[in-house]
Structures are given as C-alpha cells and as structure tokens.
C-alpha cells in the first residue's frame, strides 16, 4: 500500500534563527516558549506535543501546548526548561485525535436529541480498542486491561451512559496517554519535499487491494524518518550492504580522488546551546595586570594583583578581565600615545602579541606571557586565587603578530605579502599599525593555521580560563569564528566568548549566530532618549534576543566617550546605572569607578548649554566634541593612580551591583519594557519577573549639568494591580521609600542623584512589613 503523506501543517514556528541555521542561546534553568501554527484539512480536533532532548540523546521529553488563538485556534504554544550546558533539539508532533473529534460529535448529537447513536457507539468503542492495542504494546498491561474494560462498556452502553463514559476522568487520562499518533507530523528544518516522495513510494500491493478507511493506523502515513526510527536505520544499512553487480565487467582502474567533503549547516531539528549561568548574568572589571599597583615608573606582575581583585570583588564584579599578556614584540614597538619611537624602558603594546627572542616555554607567542609580568606558574597562582573568591578570569584572545612573533618566522605563508616579499603591517588608514602583522585566513595552509589558533584557546582552557574577549572578530571570517568555538565548546562546553566588533549591525548579528556568547554593542554612543529606546528595543524584544546578547561597556581602553568628557562625575553615574540595569551582563574598564575622563583631543564646546544637541553630537557626530581617546592611555605606558581617589564613585558601583544581585527581574534581558514620560531628557524603563514576584522601575536623566523633572506613569496593570491601589516604591540607589498611589507620579533628578532605581511592591495591611522593621 502506498504510505500517505500526513495532514497536519505545522509551521511558522518560534523562536528559529535563519529558518534553524543556527542555535538560539538560553542559560541553565531558562525557560524557553515555542510558539507554532498547527492545522488540518477537515473538521478534526488537533493535538500538539512541544519535544525536546539534548543532542546525541533517542529519548524525547515532551509536554503538551495549548492553543493561545481564541479565535480561528492555529497559534499553539509551549514551555520547556534546559538545566544543563549542552546543545538542545526541539520540535513539534501534531495530529488529528480522532477520538476527541468523535467525543466531541457524539456530544453534539446526543445533546440535539438524536437516539440512533448504534454507528457512533461502536465507532468509539473502536478507538478506545485501539489505545488499548498501544497500551499493552508498550508493555502497559494494567492500563491495557482499563481500557479493554472501557471499550467494552462503551460498546454495550447508551448513549446517555456512553457521553458519561467517553468525557470522564479515567477516559481522558487514558486517551490522552496512549493517543494514536500514527498520522502524526513532526516539525523539520528541511522536510523532503511531499511530491517527491509520493513519486519514490512503490506500491506494497495491486492499486485495487489499497483502498483504505479512513483513520487508519501505523504504517500508512508518510514518517520523515529520524535518526534512530526503523525507515532510517533501514536507510543507513541498505548504504552500507549495497550488494555488488555481477553481470556488469570489471572496469579499468580509475584514478582515486578524494570524495568532496560534506558541509551539512542546517541541523535536522531546531537547537538551543544552552550556556552556564554566568552567560546570562555577569559583571565585568577590566585591567592591565601591568598596572595593578597604580605605578607609573614600573610595571607590576600577576603577584600584585590580588588588591586590583580584591577591591573588583568589593565593587561587586565576578568575572576579571585581562588585556593580553602575552610577550610583546620589539620590532617597531609603539612610544607614549602612539608614538611611532619607543623611548628606552618603555613597555610596548599588549596587542603586538609575539617576542620569539625573549626565553619563553613555549616560543614566545600566544601561548606564553610575558616574562615581565611572570611566569605560566605565576598566572595558574593567580586564577586560582581568582577563582577562590567566586570569581573567574577573562582572556583577550587577540589575533595579532609582531614582526617579532614566532608566526613570521616559522609560518610567513600565514601573513599578506607585499610584490617585493614583505609582509604587510596592519592599518585602518589613516592609522598605522608597524608593529603589527595581521594573518591571512585565506592563506594555502589556511586549515593548518586555523587549527593552531584553535588550539591556543584549548591551551589556555586548560590551564582554568573559561572566558574569552575576541578583539576585532569582524575582521576575520565568520565560517573561521563557527569553526573555532564549535571546537572549543565540545571540549569546554562552559567556554564563553565576548565579540568586541564595532562594526556594522548585520556583521555584529552574524558573529552572535555563529557561536559569541556575548556582544559589545552600540550602547557607547546611544545617549539620546530616542536612540536608547530604538536600540534596546531592537536587542531584548525582536528575534535578535533569542541569539545575542548585549555586554554593556560605558568605557573601553580603546574608548573615552565624549558624555563622559563633558559630563564629568554625574555623567559616569548616568552610564553606570543605564549599563547594570539595561542588560544582565555589563562591565567596566578601571578608571571608569574614578571617573577618569581626560581625552585625547576634547574640542572646547560649551555641552550644558543645549544638552539635547550635545547628546544628538554623542550619538552622530562626536568627533565634532573630541577624539573618543584616552591621553596617555595605559595600552602604550604604566599608568600612575590612586586607587581611591576623591570623587570616585566606587560606592555607587558596589550598591548597583547588590542590586542586581538582590533582584531578580535586573537578572534578565527579554523583560525591559520602556515606559512613559513627556521629558525628553529622562529615561523610564521597567523590569519584572514573570510571576511579578519583582518588579524594578528605573528612571534616568539623561543630563549630567541641570536638575530635571519628570511624571511619569507608573504601569500599574500589567503589575495586576487596580488603578486607585497604594503600593510601596523604595529607591534601592538612594534608600528612600515612598507611598505612590495610581498610575500619575513625581520624580526628581539633579546631576548628584542623577538616576532612580525603585523596587516596587504592593502596600501591605501594617507599617511593621515595610523593609525597616525586617
């Protein structure tokens, strides 16, 4: 009998990246809600299950979904929840219950006063049989008996006993378990086409023996076979056991060529990598171990510095991060703020990675540190004093050669040459990078090349580091960047990776999609109202949630945004508190907590006097403010600080990381809501746990100069809360409490208290259950 295609349509599901190309991201112990449109032809009831298994697994787990359309009832949705760090596969089963439809015609008739029910009787008791054939074939023997028992009563009963009967608990449950899915369709990324198969399918019997009834069970409907499914394994053993043809002769010797590989980018079923915990919510402190003690006439090494991680820890953050520390390459070494002449004793640039002359374990490149800072025991110390503070350490993982690099000399194929031979120093005109060499990823020996950059991250995995920022990953290809974390993440499936490309939106995206856990974004020169709401909008609420996710940097070495020039002491509590309350996942480079804003070029631009066009300049066109650079940036030189400086904002700092860490809703990234208020220069955001069991308001001017003043509507239903209800607001940043009433309130901002952080809850029946009396 020729097999039927099934009926059921399911389609239009989400979240799917690039139709399943790539993986969407969730952590440990998220929740993921796929949504789908599911049909069929006809007047049956549909049933559909949400699947899901970690890859490599047979076994799927599953749960039902419920129609969410309460109108033409196509959009189903469903819920499941990962808990471990691995890669996930899920899909969708559909099909027509045909005993529900029956349930639901046979209450329709008896309910109209039709008494000649014998046909529709023995129908129902036909499919209660049939649960009971599945139920004993798995081997469910009570339950079989229970519903052998039930059919039969079904069969025997009338109609009044049988409407009873097919609607009660027991009959439901069972149904439900052993329902016949053998018409059932499952979800794929790239199903075979329909026609294609009904043409392939040999009849298994003459045309006039393969009338069929409708309903009919296993083993007539098209099944796009799995991996582990018999159709599949019958597939796989038939390849393997081609038998050989014996009439053909025996043809000449042809010359053997190696078959072309296959690329195969679309799973089968759709994926979630599911991340640890610290993908989802972390908070970053950069600095150069070279400058750990503050000192400006020599640099320090890994043993200096537990008091740089010691006072991060007390600020609050979890995850150090290191510029390179790699040796530093002489030839061409760059001076004080760029300068083409290094002076004697200066100490270089961490990015011109590579000193094959000085006496390094192994060679003086990527897999090394630079002597001046330790040793490899030096470094494996200090992780581990990292560690034991709960916190971890976050490699630069920067793909730069000096001419000095044991690269040129043992691999000078790896790098661009020039006609005359040379090869080609890096630039970004006008600048110029003499002291580095970019590689060739396109080179001849290019599999050879990607292997080995592969293996300097394993190198460093292995020795307890488990984070990576990549520096300027748009620069390299996007097939080289899937291939090396794919690598990497199924040795270290915990190994995280920041992409710091500021480049264009769609190169950004892509690098996400291709495997970086994290993402710098353009929130450095997002400061007006309307390019904030725009931007963040477009990163936690459209598909792009589902793949990238925003680490927030309000300063890098590499940028000094002019807000922070102008703006002074306020303006650094503005960025601070946008950075750890927009995103989960924020970080700061040292000398942001003492508000260090001395630039490179700033131009003499009076910014108070019309702060909108001053933020519209920070957005658009900054270099009319100044160049977005630090003078004497610690990237050329050590650098000389007081760690606690006067007007540094440190305990700022610390209080918005408790915060984030006291409240769950600032833990997430899909759940901002932008809300309103008529000031142009005031920010108005909420955050909220689905169970609103938490729920933060954030109001932030956006003026670092004057005072400003706010109403703002407070969205007291989608708290489920009525209109006229009083409920409490306690200012988490400032300690102060308040009693709001409705949706209309006040707020107040000046450039010393710049920002609002409120924890909102509902009011209770006595002053003792307000926070000052626990």
């Known amino acids: 009998m020729i097999p039927r295609p099934p009926s059921?349509?399911?389609?239009?599901?989400?979240?799917?990246?690039?139709?399943?190309?790539?993986?969407?991201?969730r952590a440990i112990g998220e929740d993921i809600v796929v949504e789908t449109d599911v049909f069929k032809d006809g007047h049956d009831i549909v049933l559909a299950v949400l699947k899901w298994r970690k890859k490599g697994h047979h076994r799927w787990h599953e749960t039902p979904m419920q129609c969410i359309d309460p109108y033409n009832k196509d959009r189903w949705s469903g819920v499941f929840s990962v808990f471990e760090n691995a890669v996930y596969e899920y899909t969708i089963e559909a099909w027509g219950d045909y005993f529900r439809s029956w349930q639901h015609e046979f209450q329709v008739k008896f309910e109209a006063g039709l008494t000649e029910l014998t046909s529709e009787i023995l129908e129902g008791a036909s499919f209660v049989g049939r649960a009971a054939k599945l139920a004993q074939d798995q081997g469910q023997k009570r339950d079989a008996e229970r519903l052998?028992?039930?059919?039969?009563?079904?069969?025997?009963?009338?109609?009044?006993?049988?409407?009873?009967?097919?609607?009660?608990?027991?009959?439901?449950?069972?149904?439900?378990?052993?329902?016949?899915?053998?018409?059932?369709?499952?979800?794929?990324?790239?199903?075979?086409?329909?026609?294609?198969?009904?043409?392939?399918?040999?009849?298994?019997?003459?045309?006039?023996?393969?009338?069929?009834?409708?309903?009919?069970?296993?083993?007539?409907?098209?099944?796009?076979?799995?991996?582990?499914?018999?159709?599949g394994k019958k597939g796989a053993a038939s390849k393997k056991k081609k038998p050989a043809t014996v009439a053909e002769p025996k043809a000449a010797a042809a010359p053997v060529v190696a078959p072309e590989p296959e690329f195969h980018f679309t799973p089968r079923y759709p994926q979630v990598y599911v991340d640890r915990p610290r993908a989802n919510f972390s908070q970053w402190y950069e600095f150069f171990p070279r400058s750990a003690e503050g000192r400006g006439d020599k640099g320090s090494t890994f043993r200096d510095?537990?008091?740089?991680?010691?006072?991060?820890?007390?600020?609050?953050?979890?995850?150090?991060?290191?510029?390179?520390?790699?040796?530093?390459?002489?030839?061409?070494?760059?001076?004080?703020?760029?300068?083409?002449?290094?002076?004697?004793?200066?100490?270089?640039?961490?990015?011109?990675?590579?000193?094959?002359?000085?006496?390094?374990?192994?060679?003086?490149?990527?897999?090394?540190?630079?002597?001046?800072?330790?040793?490899?025991?030096?470094?494996?110390?200090?992780?581990?004093?990292?560690?034991?503070?709960?916190?971890?350490?976050?490699?630069?993982?920067?793909?730069?050669?000096?001419?000095?690099?044991?690269?040129?000399?043992?691999?000078?194929?790896?790098?661009?040459?020039?006609?005359?031979?040379?090869?080609?120093?890096?630039?970004?005109?006008?600048?110029?990078?003499?002291?580095?060499?970019?590689?060739?990823?396109?080179?001849?020996?290019?599999?050879?090349?990607w292997d080995e950059l592969t293996s300097v991250i394993e190198f460093w995995c292995e020795h307890g580091v488990r984070i990576f920022r990549v520096d300027n990953p748009h620069t390299k290809p996007v097939a080289f960047w899937e291939y090396l974390i794919g690598r990497v993440?199924?040795?270290?499936?915990?190994?995280?990776?920041?992409?710091?490309?500021?480049?264009?939106?769609?190169?950004?995206?892509?690098?996400?999609?291709?495997?970086?856990?994290?993402?710098?974004?353009?929130?450095?020169?997002?400061?007006?109202?309307?390019?904030?709401?725009?931007?963040?909008?477009?990163?936690?609420?459209?598909?792009?949630?589902?793949?990238?996710?925003?680490?927030?940097?309000?300063?890098?070495?590499?940028?000094?945004?002019?807000?922070?020039?102008?703006?002074?002491?306020?303006?650094?509590?503005?960025?601070?508190?946008?950075?750890?309350?927009?995103?989960p996942v924020y970080g700061i480079y040292s000398g942001f907590e003492l508000c260090e804003n001395l630039g490179l070029d700033k131009k003499p631009w009076d910014a108070a006097s019309n702060v909108g066009h001053f933020l519209h300049l920070c957005d658009n066109d900054y270099k009319q403010l100044a160049k977005e650079e630090y003078l004497d940036s610690e990237k050329y030189q050590w650098k000389q600080r007081d760690w606690n400086a006067p007007g540094n904002i440190k305990e700022i700092i610390t209080r918005l990381n408790r915060i984030r860490h006291e409240n769950r809703a600032l833990q997430q990234l899909r759940n901002l809501q932008f809300q309103r208020t008529e000031n142009d220069l005031v920010l108005y955001y909420s955050k909220m746990t689905a169970a609103r069991d938490n729920i933060?308001?954030?109001?932030?001017?956006?003026?670092?100069?004057?005072?400003?003043?706010?109403?703002?509507?407070?969205?007291?239903?989608?708290?489920?809360?009525?209109?006229?209800?009083?409920?409490?607001?306690?200012?988490?940043?400032?300690?102060?409490?308040?009693?709001?009433?409705?949706?209309?309130?006040?707020?107040?901002l000046h450039p010393d208290k710049p920002a609002h952080v409120f924890r909102v809850r509902r009011k209770t029946h006595s002053e003792k259950d307000f926070d000052y009396y626990l």
């Open 8 to 25: 059921v349509v399911i389609e239009a599901l989400s979240p799917l990246v690039e139709g399943g190309r790539y993986p969407i991201k």
């Open 148 to 231: 052998v028992v039930l059919s039969d009563k079904v069969r025997e009963g009338n109609p009044e006993t049988v409407n009873a009967l097919a609607h009660s608990p027991e009959m439901e449950a069972l149904m439900t378990a052993y329902a016949d899915r053998s018409e059932s369709a499952e979800y794929l990324l790239n199903p075979p086409p329909v026609a294609k198969l009904i043409a392939l399918s040999a009849p298994s019997a003459p045309l006039e023996n393969a009338a069929a009834p409708a309903r009919k069970g296993a083993g007539n409907v098209i099944a796009f076979p799995t991996e582990s499914s018999p159709a």
């Open 305 to 449: 510095c537990l008091p740089r991680v010691d006072d991060a820890r007390a600020m609050g953050f979890d995850v150090i991060y290191f510029p390179p520390i790699h040796p530093i390459g002489i030839t061409a070494r760059k001076g004080k703020n760029n300068a083409v002449n290094c002076q004697p004793g200066e100490p270089g640039v961490p990015y011109a990675i590579g000193n094959r002359h000085q006496k390094c374990p192994n060679g003086g490149g990527h897999k090394d540190v630079a002597p001046e800072l330790g040793t490899l025991e030096d470094f494996g110390w200090l992780v581990k004093e990292i560690h034991a503070r709960g916190m971890e350490v976050a490699l630069d993982f920067a793909l730069n050669c000096s001419p000095d690099h044991p690269y040129v000399h043992e691999h000078p194929d790896w790098f661009y040459k020039r006609p005359d031979g040379t090869i080609k120093y890096a630039e970004n005109p006008p600048k110029k990078y003499q002291d580095v060499y970019p590689l060739n990823y396109h080179n001849a020996d290019w599999r050879t090349l």
């Open 489 to 583: 993440q199924a040795r270290f499936p915990d190994a995280l990776f920041l992409s710091e490309a500021f480049t264009r939106p769609k190169m950004m995206k892509v690098l996400a999609k291709a495997g970086f856990t994290h993402s710098y974004t353009y929130f450095t020169w997002r400061n007006t109202k309307e390019g904030l709401t725009k931007y963040f909008t477009e990163i936690t609420q459209t598909e792009c949630s589902e793949y990238m996710r925003p680490n927030l940097w309000p300063n890098t070495p590499d940028i000094l945004p002019s807000f922070l020039q102008f703006g002074g002491r306020s303006a650094f509590i503005i960025r601070a508190v946008l950075a750890a309350t927009l995103s």
């Open 696 to 748: 933060i308001l954030v109001v932030v001017s956006l003026d670092p100069f004057h005072f400003q003043d706010a109403y703002i509507d407070v969205p007291v239903d989608q708290f489920g809360w009525v209109e006229d209800q009083q409920y409490q607001v306690h200012d988490l940043l400032n300690d102060e409490r308040y009693l709001w009433t409705g949706r209309r309130n006040f707020v107040r």
